[in-house]
C-alpha cells in the first residue's frame, strides 16, 4: 500500500522511488490510470457551493430582521394591512440588498480563479512492454504518486514532488514560504524534522522553477500536497464573528425586550381599565411599532455600502459589508512581510568598489534610481565600480521587461529576482543590458552550482582578449582574487584590502542584506579551456571589483503607515516565514520593532503552550520562520488576548490567518486566488498605507452607526414614553397617535435624517483615539444620557400639546398637532445628532448638504401630510392654522437648545482632559 504522507525528505531517492513502487523510467500508462482511481485527479477540490438560497437565509435571519418580522406578524393579525405592507417591503428591500452584495461578492471570487493546471512533461514506459521510456506532454490534473516529471526554468511545479536529479535547479517559493529569494534544490536526503522551509529536496506544488533543470518524483497530489492542507486548514479555521454582528444582537434583544415589555404594559394597563379589544389591540400595536427603529437595517446597509464605494475609490475592496465597521474596531494588524511589508522584488542597496561604498536609490524592479556619488567620477566605465556593473550585468540569466496595466508601468523580472535585481542596478548606473549583451556576446560559461556557490560567463568584444567575469559567495570569490581593482588600477589584494573587502561583506550581512562579491579576468581565447579548469579546481586567479549588497525591501510608504498604526493604538505585528536576521532588519526599518525587541522564531512558537503564547503575543511584534500553523496560532493569541485582529498576506502561506482573522486582507496584484476567497477586503495597490485609510473610514462607519441608532433610539423612547403615559394619564381621550402616525414618523420623517446621519464626516482627531473595546455597545452612555434627558422632553411636549388643545381642537387636530410636535422634535434632535461634541453652529450647513437636504424635504413632507387630501384619509390628519404650527415649531426647538449646552459642557471636559 503506497503512503503519500512518509517524511519524503528523510528518504533517499532510491528508498522513495521504492516506496511509491516505480522506477527512475516512470510509470506505464495502464498503472497510471489504476493509480488515478485510488488516488483521485491532481487537483484542489472546491468547496461546497454557497446557494442563492443560503445567502438569501443568512440575511432573513439577522436579528433586526426577525424583530421587524415579529411587528410584521403582529399587524396582520390587528387587521392593519398598510402596516403590514410597509413593514415587509423593509425586511424585503433590506434582505436584497444583503444579497445581492454578497451574491456579487461569491460570483466575483469565482471569477478570480486563475490557478488553473498547466500541462507538464511526464515519463512514461513504451507501451511495447520495454523497458524503455519517454517523455509525454499531459495535463497535471493526469499527475499520480509515482510519476517522473521533468522540470525546467519558467515551469510551475504540478504536484508536491521529491527531487531524483538537479541541475542548478533555483525554485520561487515566496508564496508558500515567504521566502523573499529563490531556494536552491537538490537530491540530497534531509533529518526527519526539518522544517518544510528548509526541506531543498521538496518541490511543492504551485512553486515556479526559476533556473536550472531536473527530474522530480510526484510523492503527493491534490487535496494531499502542501498546498491542498492548507486549504483544508483555512476551511477548518473559526471565521469568527464581526464586531458589528455582536453588538446588532445585544442591540436587537435590547430593543426585542423593549417592544414586548413596552407592548405587554400596555395590553395590561388597556385591559384593566376595560378598552374596547380592537382599541387595545390597536394601542398595543402603536407601542410596539414606536419601540422599533423599522430603518435601522436599511441604513445600516446604506452606510456601509456607502462606505464600502468610499474605500473602493481608496483601493480597498469590500467583499464582506460587516469589515467595514470591524476595520474601525481593529487593536492589531498582524502582517506577511514578503509582499506585504515590502515589495517582493529583490533591490541592490549597497555597493562596494574601488575601496568605497556606494548606496543605490530606488526599490523593486523599477529602474528609477541612482547609484549616488557615481554621478561625480568621470570615465567610470574603467573604474572598479563601473567594471563591476558591467559584470553583473553580463554574468546574468535574467532579463527585465515592462507593460503596461491600467495605465501604470509595471516591471518585472525574467528569471532569477536575485540576477533581475543586479540588471536594475546596471540600468541605474546608465547601462543597457541588452547592448552590453550584444556588444559582448557570452561564448562559455561555468553555471551556477550550490556546491561550489559563484557562477562564471566568458565574453568577447574586449579587443582580442576574452574576460572572464564571476560572482558568488563572498568567501569563494576572495578565495579566487589576487589583485584588486582600485579606480583605473590593478593592485595587489594585501591583507589588508582583503580584510576590508570581508569586512563589508559581514556588515552588509548584518543589515540582513544578501551578499555577492564579483571578480573579474582578462585571458586569451587559447586559455579559455585551461582557465575552465582551473576555476574549477581552485587555482584561477581573479581580479576582485567589490561586493553588492540586496535585499527585499519595505515599500516607501509603509514606515509612515505603520507609525499612523501606533498613533491611531494599534499594535503591528509580522510574521513570515523569512530568516530572523532579516525580518529583524526589515522591522527595525520600518518601526515595527520596538527597541532592545527580538523576533521570535516558528521553533520558538512550537515549544509553546497556547496560554504561553498569549502572553508573548502582548509584547513581542516580530515572528519569522513560521509556517501556516503558527500565523494561525498567532492570530488566535491575539484574539484571546481581546484584540480584533486585521491579518494582510498575499501568499497561499497567509491564508489560514485570514480566515480565522477578524478582518482578512489580501493582496490585489500579488495576492493568490486562494488568499482572495478567504479575505474580507482587498487591497487593489497592495499598499499596506490603504489598510490605514481603510480602518480611518471604518471608524468613521462606527461614528456615524452610533449617531444614526443614538438619534433612533432617542426617538423611540419619546414616542414609547408618550403613548405610555398618554394610557396612564388620559385614559378618557382616543389615542394620542395612531400606529400609521407612528410609521410615518419611523420611516419618513426618521427616514431622511437616518440615511443622511450616515453620511456626516470624520470628526476632528479621529485616528488618535485609542480603538474601540471589542466589547463595547453601540448604546453607550453617552446615548443613554442622550435617551434620559431628551426622550421625556420630547413626550412631555407631545403631551402637553395634546391634553391643552384636544377640548378646544378636538380629537382630528389635537391628535394631528401631536404628530407635528413629534416629528418636529425629531428634526431637531436629528441636527442633535449630527456630532456628539461640536456644535450645530460649528458644522454649519455645507458640511453635510444632503442633511440640510432632508431638513428641508422632511418638514415640506409633514406640511403635505396634514394638507394633501390623501395623505389626510391615509394618516387620520387635518389641517393646521399658523398658531399650531408655530406652537410646534418652537416648543419642539427646546431641544436642540438643551443638547447645545450640553455639548458646551462636554467640550469644557474633554479640554480639561487633554490639557491634563
Not at 393 to 416: Q, T
Not at 552 to 570: F, M, T
Request: glycine fraction near 6%.
Amino acid at each position: 500500500m503506497i503512503d503519500e504522507k512518509k517524511e519524503w525528505h528523510s528518504l533517499s531517492p532510491k528508498e522513495s522511488l521504492e516506496s511509491l513502487e516505480t522506477t527512475p523510467r516512470g510509470l506505464s500508462w495502464e498503472e497510471a490510470e489504476r493509480r488515478q482511481a485510488v488516488f483521485g485527479v491532481n487537483e484542489l477540490t472546491d468547496k461546497d457551493q454557497i446557494s442563492k438560497l443560503t445567502i438569501l437565509y443568512a440575511q432573513l435571519r439577522n436579528p433586526l430582521n426577525i424583530v421587524l418580522l415579529a411587528a410584521a406578524v403582529v399587524s396582520y393579525f390587528g387587521d392593519k394591512a398598510l402596516e403590514t405592507i410597509v413593514i415587509s417591503i423593509i425586511i424585503a428591500f433590506n434582505a436584497l440588498m444583503g444579497f445581492i452584495q454578497e451574491y456579487k461578492a461569491e460570483k466575483a471570487i469565482e471569477s478570480l480563479r486563475s490557478m488553473s493546471m498547466p500541462e507538464v512533461d511526464v515519463l512514461r514506459l513504451c507501451p511495447d512492454g520495454s523497458k524503455e521510456c519517454f517523455e509525454a506532454r499531459i495535463r497535471a490534473t493526469g499527475l499520480v504518486p509515482g510519476d517522473i516529471v521533468v522540470l525546467e526554468a519558467g515551469d510551475k511545479v504540478p504536484a508536491d514532488c521529491r527531487v531524483i536529479e538537479a541541475h542548478n535547479l533555483e525554485v520561487d517559493e515566496a508564496f508558500l514560504t515567504g521566502e523573499s529569494t529563490t531556494v536552491s534544490k537538490n537530491a540530497e536526503s534531509l533529518e526527519p524534522d526539518t522544517p518544510v522551509s528548509d526541506r531543498r529536496n521538496i518541490l511543492f506544488s504551485g512553486s515556479s522553477i526559476t533556473q536550472g533543470r531536473g527530474k522530480a518524483l510526484v510523492v503527493s497530489t491534490g487535496m494531499a500536497t502542501e498546498i491542498g492542507r492548507i486549504t483544508e486548514l483555512i476551511r477548518e479555521s473559526e471565521a469568527g464573528e464581526a464586531p458589528i454582528q455582536r453588538r446588532l444582537k445585544n442591540l436587537s434583544l435590547i430593543l426585542g425586550v423593549f417592544a414586548i415589555s413596552a407592548s405587554l404594559l400596555v395590553f395590561s394597563l388597556g385591559y384593566l381599565r376595560s378598552l374596547e379589544f380592537t382599541e387595545l389591540l390597536m394601542f398595543s400595536l402603536a407601542v410596539a411599532v414606536s419601540a422599533i427603529p423599522e430603518g435601522l437595517l436599511v441604513t445600516l446597509t446604506i452606510v456601509l455600502s456607502i462606505a464600502a464605494f468610499r474605500m473602493a475609490r481608496r483601493n480597498a475592496l469590500i467583499r464582506k459589508l460587516n469589515a467595514v465597521e470591524t476595520l474601525g474596531s481593529v487593536t492589531a494588524i498582524c502582517s506577511d512581510k514578503t509582499g506585504t511589508l515590502t515589495t517582493n522584488q529583490m533591490t541592490v542597496r549597497s555597493i562596494y568598489a574601488d575601496d568605497d561604498g556606494f548606496e543605490v536609490s530606488g526599490v523593486g524592479f523599477n529602474p528609477d534610481g541612482r547609484i549616488m556619488g557615481l554621478d561625480d567620477r568621470e570615465g567610470v566605465e574603467d573604474h572598479g565600480v563601473g567594471m563591476l556593473l558591467e559584470g553583473i550585468a553580463l554574468c546574468n540569466e535574467a532579463r527585465i521587461r515592462s507593460h503596461e496595466v491600467d495605465g501604470e508601468v509595471r516591471w518585472e523580472v525574467v528569471g532569477d529576482p536575485t540576477e533581475g535585481a543586479l540588471i536594475v542596478a546596471a540600468l541605474k548606473s546608465g547601462l543597457n543590458h541588452e547592448a552590453l549583451r550584444e556588444e559582448h556576446p557570452r561564448v562559455d560559461e561555468i553555471p551556477f552550482d550550490p556546491s561550489r556557490r559563484f557562477m562564471v560567463t566568458y565574453h568577447e568584444g574586449f579587443g582580442s582578449q576574452i574576460r572572464a567575469f564571476i560572482k558568488g559567495a563572498p568567501e569563494t570569490i576572495m578565495g579566487l582574487s589576487t589583485h584588486m581593482r582600485v579606480s583605473e588600477e590593478v593592485k595587489e589584494l594585501t591583507d589588508a584590502m582583503r580584510a576590508k573587502g570581508n569586512d563589508n561583506a559581514l556588515e552588509m550581512a548584518s543589515d540582513a542584506l544578501r551578499v555577492l562579491s564579483v571578480a573579474y579576468a582578462d585571458l586569451s581565447p587559447a586559455d579559455l579551456a585551461g582557465h575552465k579548469e582551473m576555476v574549477l579546481a581552485g587555482n584561477a586567479e581573479f581580479v576582485y571589483l567589490g561586493n553588492v549588497g540586496m535585499m527585499d525591501p519595505p515599500r516607501p510608504e509603509v514606515k509612515e503607515s505603520v507609525a499612523l498604526c501606533k498613533s491611531a493604538g494599534i499594535k503591528v505585528i509580522m510574521s513570515t516565514g523569512d530568516h530572523k536576521a532579516t525580518a529583524e532588519a526589515v522591522a527595525a526599518e520600518i518601526g515595527i520593532a520596538e527597541p532592545g525587541s527580538r523576533a521570535y522564531t516558528g521553533a520558538d512558537v512550537e515549544q509553546m503552550t497556547d496560554e504561553e503564547l498569549r502572553q508573548l503575543v502582548k509584547e513581542t511584534t516580530i515572528f519569522s520562520r513560521v509556517s501556516p500553523e503558527h500565523k494561525n496560532r498567532i492570530v488566535c493569541a491575539l484574539k484571546r488576548n481581546g484584540n480584533v485582529v486585521a491579518m494582510t498576506g498575499d501568499g497561499v502561506n497567509d491564508a489560514p490567518a485570514l480566515k480565522a482573522a477578524d478582518v482578512g486582507i489580501a493582496m490585489g496584484i500579488t495576492g493568490t486566488d486562494v488568499t482572495k476567497e478567504v479575505a474580507e477586503m482587498v487591497l487593489v495597490d497592495d499598499n499596506f498605507a490603504t489598510i490605514v485609510n481603510a480602518v480611518e473610514e471604518g471608524r468613521v462607519v462606527f461614528d456615524n452607526i452610533r449617531k444614526v441608532v443614538q438619534f433612533l433610539v432617542t426617538t423611540n423612547a419619546a414616542q414609547v414614553t408618550t403613548l405610555v403615559v398618554a394610557l396612564l394619564l388620559f385614559p378618557q381621550h382616543p389615542l394620542i397617535l395612531l400606529p400609521i402616525m407612528v410609521l410615518w414618523i419611523n420611516l419618513v420623517t426618521d427616514g431622511f435624517f437616518d440615511k443622511t446621519l450616515a453620511l456626516e464626516s470624520k470628526e476632528p482627531g479621529l485616528m488618535s483615539r485609542s480603538p474601540r473595546a471589542p466589547d463595547e455597545k453601540i448604546i453607550d452612555r453617552m446615548t443613554l444620557q442622550n435617551v434620559l434627558v431628551l426622550a421625556p422632553m420630547m413626550a412631555i411636549g407631545t403631551l402637553y400639546v395634546y391634553n391643552s388643545t384636544i377640548d378646544h381642537l378636538g380629537v382630528d387636530a389635537a391628535r394631528t398637532l401631536a404628530f407635528v410636535t413629534m416629528a418636529m422634535f425629531q428634526a431637531w434632535n436629528a441636527m442633535n445628532c449630527r456630532s456628539r461634541v461640536q456644535s450645530i453652529f460649528q458644522l454649519g450647513v455645507s458640511t453635510n448638504k444632503f442633511f440640510s437636504l432632508a431638513f428641508v424635504a422632511s418638514l415640506a413632507l409633514l406640511y403635505l401630510a396634514t394638507t394633501v387630501p390623501v395623505l389626510q384619509i391615509g394618516l387620520g390628519t387635518v389641517p393646521l392654522g399658523a398658531a399650531e404650527w408655530a406652537t410646534a415649531i418652537l416648543l419642539s426647538s427646546s431641544v436642540l437648545i438643551v443638547e447645545e449646552l450640553r455639548k458646551v459642557r462636554r467640550r469644557r471636559l474633554l479640554n480639561t482632559a487633554a490639557a491634563a
